[in-house]
C-alpha cells in the first residue's frame, strides 16, 4: 500500500471517530434580518429569468412566493437576503422536492413541505447562508402505482443567500479530501453567497495563486473550481480566497487536500483492532474489521479465529455512508464479532478476510493472554 493512501485513510478514520458533523453556525439577528427584509422585495423583482430545464411548456414550475398573492416565476437563479423565511409552490397533485443534502444530513426542523390539493409548498425558515444551492421540484405523474419516468418535467433555481459576512458558503467540514482521478474532471467546492464575488484559487506550498484559464481550471460560483484533467501535478494542499466588495480584508475558504488516485479502484483498505489485546479468563471482548472506500463498494467479510469451529461467537456486519461535503462520500463497511466469556481456546491470530470486486485484503490481530 502507497504510504501517502495509507496516511490519507488514517486521517480520514480519526476524523470519522470524532465525528465529522459538527453543525455549522446559523446567525439569528432578528433585528438585521427585519433590515435585510425591507431591501429583499426590491432586489426579488427584477430576477435574472433564464429558463434552464424548464418544465414541458418550457415555463419553470418552480415560483416562489413573494407575499399574499404575488409570486414569482423563477429562473437559473435567485439571490436572497438570509433571515426571511422562504417559500416556494410548485403546481401539481404529486410533486418531488430536491433541496440542499445539508438539510437532510441535519435533520433540519426549519425545512416543511406539504403537499396541497392543486400544489406543493415548502417552506424554509431563518435560512442561512449553509442553504445555499440548488432547489428543484418535479412533477411525478402517477398511474395506478407506478409513477411514471417520462412524464416527470423538473424546474431547478440555484439560490443564494447572500450574507455579506460569509463569502463561502459554510462547509461542516473544516479539512475537506478531494480525490483527483485521472478520468474525470475533479472540483475545488468552494462555492460563494453571492455570484458577484471574485475568488482566487491558492496553493499552499509552494504558495502561488493558480491560473485560472477557464477551460483547464474554471470557477462556477454554484461549484467551485473544476479542474477538468486532473494531473499528479495538481496535488497538494489548497484554499480558495474571495474579495469582498464591502470588506478590505479578504476572505479564506476551507482548505483542501487534494490527491492524486491513480488506481481509481483497488482492493479493500482495511483496518482491525481489538477491544483488548491481553484478557483474562471469563472476560469479553470484541474484534473490529473496518474497511473505508468508495459508495458503491460493496465489501465483504469473512473470520478465521482460534476457537473457529469449536464455540459459539457473534459477528455482526454493517456499513453506511458518510457525507463528506459536496460531491464526496465514503462507504464505512464493519464487521464486529464479539467474543463471551474468553478461555484458553481464545488466545491467539484473528484473522478479518475483506473481499470487493477488485481482490481480498486480509488483516490481523493477536489476542493474548493476561498471565
Ligand atoms: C482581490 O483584491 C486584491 C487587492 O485589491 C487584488 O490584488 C486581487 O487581484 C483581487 N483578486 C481577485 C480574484 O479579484
Ligand atoms: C467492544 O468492546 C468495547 C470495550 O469493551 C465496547 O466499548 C464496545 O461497545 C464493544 N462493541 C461492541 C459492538 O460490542
Ligand atoms: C455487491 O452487491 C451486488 C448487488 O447488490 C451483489 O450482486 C454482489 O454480490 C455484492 N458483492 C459483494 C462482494 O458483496
Given at each position: ?195 458577484k464575488i471574485k475568488v482566487s484559487l491558492h496553493r499552499e506550498v509552494p504558495a502561488e495563486e493558480i491560473a485560472v484559464d477557464g477551460t483547464q481550471i474554471s470557477y462556477n460560483p454554484t461549484k467551485g473550481f473544476i479542474i477538468q ?143
Open positions: 500500500m502507497k504510504l501517502w493512501l495509507f496516511f490519507t485513510l488514517a486521517l480520514l478514520w480519526l476524523e470519522v471517530q470524532n465525528g465529522v458533523c459538527q453543525q455549522v453556525k446559523r446567525k439569528k439577528e432578528a433585528d438585521e434580518n427585519r433590515i435585510r427584509t425591507g431591501r429583499k422585495r426590491v432586489k426579488v423583482r427584477y430576477p435574472k429569468v433564464k429558463e434552464k430545464e424548464a418544465g414541458s411548456k418550457g415555463q419553470s414550475i418552480l415560483t416562489q412566493v413573494l407575499d399574499k398573492a404575488r409570486f414569482l416565476r423563477l429562473g437559473e437563479s435567485l439571490s436572497l437576503n438570509p433571515g426571511k423565511t422562504l417559500e416556494l409552490r410548485c403546481k401539481g397533485t404529486n410533486i418531488g422536492w430536491a433541496y440542499p443534502s445539508y438539510l437532510d444530513t441535519f435533520n433540519d426542523n426549519r425545512l416543511s413541505i406539504k403537499q396541497h390539493e392543486r400544489y406543493s409548498q415548502l417552506i424554509l425558515t431563518l435560512p442561512s447562508a449553509a442553504d445555499t444551492g440548488d432547489y428543484s421540484c418535479r412533477v411525478v405523474l402517477c398511474d395506478g402505482e407506478e409513477c411514471a419516468k417520462d412524464g416527470e418535467s423538473t424546474s431547478v433555481t440555484y439560490i443564494y443567500f447572500t450574507d455579506k459576512d460569509e463569502l463561502f458558503v459554510p462547509s461542516a467540514i473544516h479539512f475537506e479530501i478531494i480525490y483527483l482521478r485521472p478520468d474525470k474532471p475533479a472540483t475545488v467546492p468552494c462555492r460563494v453567497t453571492n455570484p484533467n486532473p494531473s499528479p501535478e495538481h496535488k497538494g494542499a489548497y484554499y480558495c480566497k474571495a474579495n469582498s466588495t464591502t470588506k478590505i480584508t479578504p476572505q479564506i475558504s476551507t482548505k483542501y487536500q487534494l490527491l492524486y488516485v491513480e488506481v481509481p479502484s483497488g482492493p479493500p483498505f482495511a483496518t482491525i483492532e481489538a477491544s483488548s489485546n491481553t484478557l483474562s479468563g471469563g472476560n469479553i471482548f470484541n474484534v473490529t474489521c473496518t474497511v473505508l472506500g468508495e459508495p458503491e463498494m460493496n465489501v465483504s467479510f469473512s473470520w478465521r479465529y482460534p476457537g473457529q469451529g469449536q464455540r459459539p461467537v457473534n459477528i455482526h456486519d454493517s456499513w453506511r455512508l458518510i457525507n463528506r461535503g459536496v460531491g464526496h462520500t465514503t462507504r464505512i463497511s464493519q464487521s464486529v464479532m464479539i467474543v463471551d466469556d474468553v478461555e484458553t481456546i481464545d488466545y491467539g491470530k484473528y484473522i478479518c478476510s475483506t473481499k470487493n470486486k477488485h481482490g481480498e485484503t486480509l488483516v490481523a490481530t493477536m489476542v493474548k493472554s493476561h498471565e
